[in-house]
């Protein structure tokens, strides 16, 4: 009995697919549904606070066939007067049901203890499901609205999938 075993150029062991994808895409958060802002008493202007915004995705994130759905924001901020420094973490679900997970920064612009303008950076932190493993960065730039906060978001993502290819012989006669 001779064992034959067929394989396809790359098959044996493991194999990776890397995908860099650069996306742009809008998002709107409504107001905030839960806040706590605390003054500080060393200055005027200055305080820290906590914060929980839930968003729509208006021009949804691609990633693949999938497409963003909606999204949660978790933030923290120091405001000293018109200025203010956040960060925070971002929940998108995409339409699939699997989500994404996203740290920022950004430099806001305040009025009279009001958002006006906001700009910074982000990073994937992990996903789940099919974007399990996600790594990408990006901007965004956001300005209030009457609705909320209305943000443009530009960014690059690369999932790399690895797997294993088990080689099963065909036993033949000879």
């Not at 994937?124 to 443009?152: H, N, P, R």
Request: net charge negative; glycine share 10%.
């Amino acid at each position: 009995m001779t064992i034959t075993v067929f394989a396809a150029a790359g098959c044996l062991g493991a194999t990776t697919a890397h995908a860099q994808i650069k996306f742009s895409a809008s998002e709107l958060c409504a107001k905030p549904d839960s806040q706590l802002v605390i003054p500080v008493a060393d200055r005027p202007g200055h305080a820290l606070g906590v914060l929980h915004l839930k968003c729509q995705w208006t021009t949804p994130m691609q990633i693949g066939s999938d497409a963003s759905k909606d999204g949660e924001d978790v933030e923290t901020v120091e405001i000293n007067g018109d200025v203010a420094r956040a960060s925070g973490r971002h929940m998108t679900t995409m339409q699939s049901g699997d989500k994404v997970f996203v740290s920022y920064w950004a430099k806001e612009t305040m009025k009279d203890g009001a958002l006006v303008a906001s700009k910074g950076t982000w990073a994937y932190t992990s996903g789940t499901g099919e974007l399990t493993g996600i790594k990408g960065k990006g901007t965004f730039t956001c300005a209030s609205s009457a609705d909320g906060v209305k943000c443009d978001i530009d960014g690059e993502y690369d999932i790399t999938v690895s797997r294993s290819v088990k080689i099963h012989p065909a036993k033949t006669a000879n």
